[in-house]
């Protein structure tokens, strides 16, 4: 069935947007999750980032979520807990329960660019579902590390699950956790610190990790670093074969720490440094060998943004003036491919299929200048009528055929799937 989009032309949209499911006959069950998720579309160029708050903090900046819009019809979601018959909670602290938040009657979604730079926003969204999901369903990421995945905030500081680069927040200060975070459409809980080693990430780990583990709200813990290690042992006299069993007992310790907290742990490869050269690159290359051989989940960061020539480097295009730290372009690279493994298990939502509510707003195609944004299951071709130029989400696709574009024909022949 087809889904309605409704256009958000404004400056600071967080002020209308937001789901308001009085009208919807079921009811919320305190203590089980459920998943809110919608259509969006980017009506102009570039790309637009939001986040769920609740409608009541409309002047904070509570939440860990940002979401993303693009040209590209995207389906965003989120998890919730039910608090009562007509009211959710959101995971307001990541080292407690759902529930010690407040109640809320409505779920809050603002853009992060448009409310801090006064930039215009234009939008369509629609498709808004609600669903139970599982009891134990979980969607945190935790990620500890150095500064090449906290990027240029330092934690604890509350911007490091909110925004990202201090003012204004726009598409140049994403760091990795963000691009992740957006993509997943989970929690990311970016615990890195610059200048951190493997035993400095050990030794906080009770107090930055096992908390929001304790609490239920996280699955994975990503564990990156090993730059830091490298050059502070080799300074230290260690040589080559000294640090690279450093290396391996410091990740063997992290490793059971987290196995200890029930996360399931992800390792990332050490990516290239100007310091680090010689024997130095060769414990580096020997380590991400042992990676993955070790251990199950390991994401090799460096098949993204290692320059091919030397290898001790980053490629030129996304240098950070220094070669190592990640440039826009490889903050967006890195976290994209994080996302991109297949072994990622987090909350989805379900096809979409239309509420029934008091008054029904979720059935009918809404027309752009005279063309059709639809959604549905099964092909168009041959059921679907629009003019050249509509679009079709096909909601039980799949690669080829869940986005359909009409480029030929007036009735519902013309179909093509990309």
């Not at 990676?291 to 098949?303: C, P, Q, T």
Request: net charge negative; glycine share 10%; proline share 5%.
């Amino acid at each position: 069935r087809p889904v309605t989009l409704t256009r958000l032309d404004s400056t600071g949209f967080g002020s209308i947007l937001y789901s308001n499911y009085g009208s919807v006959p079921a009811s919320f069950v305190a203590g089980k999750k459920y998943l809110f998720s919608f259509y969006v579309v980017k009506a102009t160029q570039g790309i637009a980032r939001f986040y769920g708050r609740p409608i009541s903090t409309a002047g904070t900046l509570p939440g860990h979520e940002q979401r993303l819009a693009t040209e590209k019809p995207r389906r965003v979601w989120w998890l919730v807990e039910g608090a009562s018959a007509s009211s959710v909670y959101q995971l307001e602290d990541p080292n407690a329960a759902y529930s010690s938040g407040a109640p809320r009657q409505a779920y809050w979604f603002s853009d992060v660019v448009s409310a801090f730079t006064g930039e215009q926003t234009d939008l369509y969204v629609g498709g808004f579902q609600i669903e139970m999901v599982d009891d134990d369903a979980n969607d945190g990421i935790i990620i500890v590390g150095d500064s090449t995945m906290a990027g240029v905030d330092t934690y604890p500081a509350f911007s490091v699950d909110i925004r990202t680069n201090g003012n204004p927040d726009d598409y140049r200060s994403l760091q990795v956790s963000r691009w992740l975070e957006m993509e997943l459409n989970c929690k990311v809980f970016n615990r890195a610190i610059g200048g951190n080693s493997l035993d400095n990430i050990s030794s906080r780990w009770a107090t930055d990790v096992t908390p929001i583990a304790a609490a239920g709200n996280a699955k994975y813990v990503i564990i990156q670093g090993g730059i830091n290690d490298i050059r502070l042992h080799f300074d230290g006299g260690d040589d080559a074969p000294t640090v690279l069993a450093n290396l391996k007992a410091s990740i063997e310790s992290l490793y059971a720490k987290a196995v200890g907290d029930g996360l399931v742990p992800v390792f990332l490869t050490i990516t290239p440094s100007p310091s680090i050269y010689g024997d130095r690159n060769d414990v580096r290359v020997s380590y991400n060998d042992w990676l993955h051989e070790r251990f199950a989940l390991v994401v090799d960061i460096n098949h993204v943004i290692e320059a091919v020539d030397g290898k001790t480097i980053l490629k030129q295009v996304d240098y950070a003036n220094d070669g190592v730290h990640y440039g826009p372009a490889a903050k967006e690279a890195v976290g994209k491919f994080i996302a991109r493994q297949q072994f990622w298990h987090l909350p989805r939502p379900s096809p979409y299929q239309p509420m029934v509510a008091s008054s029904d707003d979720s059935g009918a195609q809404i027309s752009l200048n005279g063309l059709n944004l639809l959604a549905g299951t099964g092909s168009p071709e041959g059921a679907v009528t629009a003019p050249v130029g509509s679009l079709f989400l096909r909601t039980d696709g799949a690669a080829g055929t869940s986005f359909y574009i009409k480029e030929s024909g007036s009735g519902n022949t013309g179909w093509v799937g990309k």
